[in-house]
């Protein structure tokens, strides 16, 4: 196939090839139940087998089939990223809450490894490392400068790469050096969600799809979940629905603000060709604000690549020729290679830019991951779980504390992006003209 044809590529998820998202037999809700949590994506599924270790009935609620919200659709980097940095963390949340949520991000992603390998998830985890490349020299010298403090600070291998041995890590002279950081890998997104919903399945979760929540009612001793699949009377919420907030709950849709992400796969690529391009199968990212990741796929075959997609028709042609643009500005050599599959997902972004834990009215919200849910939901989840399991708990997570503010005159239709996509548009020509491209 040559580069004309790139309008033929599938819609559907690359992912989706391997472990297809799918409807769960039907069945009919109980009358009650300890905790009802709304989203099966990683964030529920992982809360819902704490809980229903801990002895708990819990019924996981999806008004979609399970995981086809992001947690199917994602890059499945393990970045563990929190876009604020040290300064700005520590201005918005003070100094401990700042030291408390940095380390919180190490043990979220060691939990994702030990979770991966207790439970024998089969997702083609490989910690294989991520590079970031800088566009320009300042931005070099800001990657050297993180990686030293990540090793000094947190123990995590992590080093500079200058620009003459760039090409021992990735076949491009796009970028004017990098950085690695090896506590970072790559897993198949959407195996692994299968793989959770498996276990959860196992342990007593009672999952459904197709069950969209429509309205909770607070009651005295509880709340009368509404779904369109009937209604249960649950002692305990819990809310995980992220970039697919929906009308249902109109004081979190003020809060969260889908926005999104799209992958295009290439076709499958020559051994030799890979090796030039990606000679240690990392995992990749840059220092661009609309920058791009991308990956090999799990096979080692193809090469995926995502970045912001700022369109709001369902039209994928214009922002998948954008993600190739920039795949073939990096990667010359592909120019006459074909996207076999594009799609996109949502991410939520909210003004506190900080996955959260938080509770209103009685009922339990784990959400917000902004574009780095891999690690963090199945963590947030999990502490959202603990905090059900025990409301007066000593040693809270870090990030369980108030709700995100809502965003000024947005109420569920994100007018304001493509002003957002237009200045970060603009950031990227000024860090680049800095740079002298
Ligand atoms: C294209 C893309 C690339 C990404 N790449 C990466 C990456 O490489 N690394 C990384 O760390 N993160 C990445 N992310 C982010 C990551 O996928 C998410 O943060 C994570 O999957 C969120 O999991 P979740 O369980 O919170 O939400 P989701 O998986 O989105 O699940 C939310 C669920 O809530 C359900 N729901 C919503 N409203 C209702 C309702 N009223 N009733 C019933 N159900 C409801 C939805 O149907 C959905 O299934 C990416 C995201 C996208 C879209």
Redo the contacts with the bound molecule.
């Keep these: 196939m040559q580069s004309n044809s790139q309008h033929d590529h599938k819609t559907t998820p690359f992912w989706w090839e391997a472990a297809p998202v799918k409807p769960l037999p039907p069945k009919s809700l109980p009358t009650k139940i300890d905790v009802a949590i709304?989203?099966?994506?990683?964030?529920?599924l992982s809360a819902a087998l704490q809980l229903v270790r801990a002895g708990r009935s819990v019924i996981c609620?999806?008004?979609?089939n399970?995981?086809?919200?992001?947690?199917s659709?994602?890059?499945?980097?393990?970045?563990?990223n929190i876009r604020l940095d040290h300064a700005t963390l520590v201005r918005r949340f003070g100094e401990n809450r700042a030291l408390a949520i940095e380390a919180e991000g190490k043990k979220a992603r060691e939990f994702l490894y030990s979770f991966i390998e207790s439970e024998g998830l089969a997702c083609d985890f490989k910690r294989v490392g991520r590079f970031s490349g800088a566009v320009g020299k300042q931005d070099y010298e800001g990657l050297a400068r993180t990686a030293e403090k990540l090793e000094k600070k947190l123990g995590i291998e992590a080093f500079a790469v200058p620009q003459a041995e760039q090409r021992n890590y990735l076949g491009t002279d796009f970028y004017r050096g990098g950085s690695v950081r090896m506590d970072i890998g790559g897993l198949h997104?959407a195996k692994f969600h299968a793989e959770i919903l498996r276990v959860a399945l196992e342990a007593g979760v009672q999952v459904h799809s197709g069950?969209?929540?429509?309205k909770v009612d607070r009651l005295n001793d509880g709340f009368n979940v509404l779904?369109d699949a009937g209604q249960v009377l649950a002692r305990q919420v819990l809310v995980?629905?992220?970039?697919?907030?929906?009308a249902?709950?109109p004081w979190l849709r003020r809060r969260m603000v889908p926005v999104r992400?799209?992958?295009i796969a290439t076709e499958e690529l020559s051994p030799n060709l890979m090796a030039t391009l990606m000679p240690r199968l990392m995992m990749c990212s840059e220092t661009r604000n609309l920058g791009f990741?991308y990956r090999p796929s799990p096979d080692g075959k193809r090469i995926l690549l995502?970045g912001r997609d700022g369109s709001t028709s369902g039209d994928p042609i214009e922002p998948t020729l954008h993600l190739k643009r920039n795949l073939d500005e990096l990667f010359p050599e592909l120019q006459n290679v074909s996207v076999t599959h594009s799609w996109?997902?949502?991410?939520?972004m909210h003004r506190d830019m900080i996955p959260r834990i938080f509770e209103r009215d009685g009922i339990v919200y784990a959400?917000g991951?902004c574009?780095?849910?891999?690690?963090?939901?199945p963590w947030i989840?999990a502490q959202a779980a603990k905090k059900l399991l025990d409301a007066q708990m000593q040693a809270r997570s870090a990030f369980d504390f108030r709700p995100p503010a809502a965003v000024p005159f947005y109420s569920g239709k994100p007018w304001f992006m493509p002003g957002v996509m237009a200045w970060y548009r603009h950031l990227d020509r000024k860090l680049m003209r800095r740079a002298g491209r």
């Design positions: 709304v989203g099966a994506g990683y964030a529920g609620l999806d008004k979609m399970p995981g086809e919200g992001a947690s659709r994602n890059g499945g980097i393990t970045s563990g997104p069950a969209a929540v429509r779904t995980c629905t992220n970039g697919y907030t929906d249902s709950d992400s799209r992958i990741y995502g996109f997902g949502h991410v939520a959400t991951f574009g780095s849910g891999v690690v963090w939901a989840g």
